[in-house]
């Protein structure tokens, strides 16, 4: 058989089952390409109506009572310690001696000083006296120019030494005073870090120490919620261990930096005269009232947020024609799950919750619900 006689009887013969099956799928596919969508198709999305914060919910959290002023108190000079008078949970008032370290060396060092002082005032005397004669003999021309300057000389070296002498007496003195560690202000003995017999440092703590009067409470603000609370802000302050009282106070402090561990700002509360007296250390429930600094704010969950270039926005339903609409809003706090709008949405207006980067502009859209209930905003 010849070559074209093969060729002829190859184009008669059926295609394979694989062949023909590629070609079926591709022509199925060049048509479906051809059809349009129907007028009126409107796409599913999950849209669903937002929520407003409810303002009149405070914002709350577990605290703890303070002093307003709390610090360690320790001695100036290093020592033994020989006596401790004041014990945890003491009371104690100002000038009140709390803790005393050995001051033999002191003593020796005061006695030292006085001994010198003495001498220095024995040669200003001398020096005094000298003076006068020489100045008195000068006059009649007895002795010499060099005389008297010698004389005036040691007179003023006399006077510089007795000054010396007494700012030593002085700066002994005080050191034999910082061998008793003596209460600046009242307050109260919160903890002891030091036992009689020890020998402490120069500003080594021996007392926990916190002033009476003035109460601040401290509670931890996790950073998603730190855009709500200023200060100035007015607080309610209820204490577990008294139940039906609560004082009112004011935030006075917000810590610029979050704790490294916990990630969290401390803030402190100022109570008011009525809260002065509260025992230190209680648990406290700490109610913010709402921040009259913010506008109203609705919650949308994070999957809904879109951007607009720079600008954080949302797809929002129209309802006169259920087509979409970007919008840009202002958002007041970033949440792990949540966002915070405070311009841009008012409550009941339907957002897409998810697929926010699968739609476009202008598109008809049908809301439904999530498939799952998990799946709802919060």
Avoid at 74 to 92: E, K, T
Avoid at 101 to 107: K, Q, R, Y
Avoid at 267 to 276: E, H, S, T, Y
Avoid at 336 to 341: I, K, S, T
Wanted: one cysteine or more; aromatic letters at 6%.
């Amino acid at each position: 058989m010849s070559r074209r006689d093969r060729r002829a009887k190859r184009a008669f013969e059926p295609l394979p089952i694989w062949l023909a099956a590629v070609t079926a799928s591709l022509a199925m596919l060049s048509a479906c390409s051809k059809q349009t969508a129907p007028a009126g198709y409107a796409r599913a999305v999950i849209a669903l109506p937002v929520e407003a914060v409810d303002a009149s919910q405070a914002a709350q959290f577990p605290g703890e009572v303070h002093s307003r002023f709390e610090m360690p108190l320790s001695f100036r000079v290093a020592g033994q310690l020989v006596a401790r008078p004041a014990r945890l949970g003491d009371n104690v008032k100002k000038g009140q001696a709390l803790a005393k370290l050995d001051d033999a060396d002191a003593l020796k060092t005061q006695a030292s000083a006085q001994a010198a002082l003495d001498a220095a005032e024995h040669r200003l005397t001398f020096a005094t006296q000298q003076r006068d004669r020489d100045e008195a003999q000068a006059a009649q021309n007895l002795i010499s120019q060099l005389q008297m300057d010698q004389t005036r000389d040691a007179y003023a070296s006399a006077l510089a030494g007795r000054d010396q002498a007494r700012q030593q007496l002085a700066l002994a003195r005080a050191q034999l005073r910082y061998h008793t560690l003596v209460a600046e202000n009242d307050g109260t003995i919160t903890s002891e870090q030091a036992e009689v017999g020890q020998v402490v440092a120069a500003g080594q703590a021996v007392f926990g120490y916190a002033w009476s009067g003035e109460r601040d409470v401290f509670f931890s603000v996790p950073e998603g919620q730190l855009a709500a609370v200023s200060v100035g802000q007015i607080a309610t302050v209820s204490l577990l261990s008294m139940p039906g009282r609560s004082y009112a106070g004011r935030v006075r402090d917000i810590s610029p930096a979050a704790d490294p561990q916990a990630r969290s700002y401390r803030v402190k509360l100022a109570l008011d005269a009525a809260g002065q007296q509260l025992p230190l250390g209680m648990t406290a429930q700490v109610s913010l009232s709402a921040n009259t600094q913010t506008g109203p704010e609705v919650r949308i969950p994070a999957t809904a947020l879109f951007h607009d270039k720079e600008q954080p926005a949302v797809w929002v339903v129209r309802p006169s024609d259920s087509r979409l609409e970007l919008r840009p809003v202002t958002v007041q706090r970033y949440g792990e799950r949540e966002v915070l709008v405070s311009a841009g949405l008012t409550a009941g207006e339907r957002v897409v919750m998810q697929g926010v980067h699968a739609v476009a502009a202008g598109e008809k859209v049908e809301p439904v619900a999530p498939p799952h209930p998990e799946d709802a905003p919060l």
